[in-house]
């Protein structure tokens, strides 16, 4: 039986996933949220602007199984514009993004238009009025995680994002998490889609 902790948790929009930041300008960090235990990490990575399910852990070994190939991570994507099917089939079959200065193609993907708005939480701060134009709400599915992937997936295709919400990892969802919320679990053993 292993001592260690794991958590999910509903990350915010604007904040940081991770617990020091170095540099000069404050950021708002996951340790303001809860008093989690000394070596608690993050398991990958939702940027500043992006919410939704975050996983922690104290144990190394289970953020590789984590963060493998063989784990899905889920989005739901609200975007600038309505999207069309063409876009979809983009997305799936792979498009062409920038990674570190190169070209990258990503890697094939679930994706489908969601015909319902998520019930997500209102956001911290507002996405924007309908004055500027329809926007429309899609679920994107991947195995890999470049930086900013999602985002730079549907700017590819045409289709800014405006909010992005991690939804599912392997098989553990966000379910009725709200923003800034963190559940204790046992672990992350069945986590894998395969």
């Known amino acids: 039986m292993s001592n260690h ?94 990674f570190n200065g190169k070209k990258y193609l990503t890697k094939k993907c679930t994706a489908h238009i969601l015909n319902e708005i998520p019930n997500f939480p209102e956001r911290a701060k507002k996405i924007r009025d309908e004055r500027h134009g329809p926007t429309s709400w899609l679920s994107i599915t991947i195995n890999e995680g470049k930086f900013r992937q999602v985002r730079k997936m549907t700017s590819a295709v045409g289709f800014p994002t405006l909010r992005l919400v991690r939804v599912r990892v392997g098989n553990i969802y966000l379910n009725d998490l709200n923003p800034g919320e963190v559940l204790e679990v046992g672990d992350f053993s069945n986590i894998s889609n395969s």
Do not use: C, W
């Open 5 to 98: 902790q794991h958590f999910l948790i509903y990350k915010p929009y604007g904040y940081l996933s991770q617990f020091i930041y170095e540099l000069k300008r404050p950021k708002k960090l996951l340790g303001e949220l809860y008093d989690f235990p000394e070596n608690t990490m993050a398991i990958g990575r939702l940027d500043e602007d992006s919410e939704g399910l975050l996983l922690l852990t104290t144990d190394g070994m289970m953020s590789e199984i984590v963060r493998s190939k063989k784990v899905e991570k889920e989005y739901h994507v609200q975007v600038d514009g309505i999207v069309t099917q063409e876009a979809i089939e983009e997305l799936k079959n792979g498009v062409l993004i920038g």
